[in-house]
């Protein structure tokens, strides 16, 4: 089970972090991607990490500003947000898979999501 927390009303070049944690299973197993979604809108990748760490990868949108990153001794999965923006509103949602990796929202395992709200 994937659970994210941390999202929340935020000012408009201010920062968030947001955490996603897996329980029932190593997070090792898995490569973790954050996506979300904004009303009215189709979900799309903000990042992707490797099962170990190595390998991140980020849209276009948000590279230079959020940063992914994952402790996997505590099964947990982080999204670093700085210098939020507006548009950046939406629900965030983290997801896992055994196998795939990338930027498309095709992960097996989802969590509920967390509201990240940015406005004056």
């Known amino acids: 089970q994937l659970e994210e927390s941390g999202g929340q009303l935020v000012q408009p070049g201010g920062s968030l972090t947001l955490s996603c944690r897996l329980s029932g299973r190593p997070l090792n197993y898995y490569n973790i991607g954050w996506f979300r979604q904004a009303p009215d809108k189709e979900r799309e990748a903000t990042a992707c990490?490797?099962?170990?760490?190595?390998?991140?990868n980020y849209a276009e949108a948000v590279k230079g500003r959020f940063t992914i990153s994952r402790d996997n001794s505590k099964n947990t999965v982080y999204l670093q947000m700085n210098g939020l923006r507006p548009e950046d509103t939406a629900v965030y949602y983290c997801?896992?898979?055994?196998?795939?990796?990338?930027?498309?929202?095709?992960?097996?395992?989802w969590g509920q999501g967390t509201q990240v709200t940015v406005s004056s």
């Open positions: 990490i490797s099962k170990s760490g190595i390998s991140t």
């Open positions: 997801a896992a898979d055994s196998l795939r990796y990338g930027l498309e929202p095709k992960y097996q395992y």
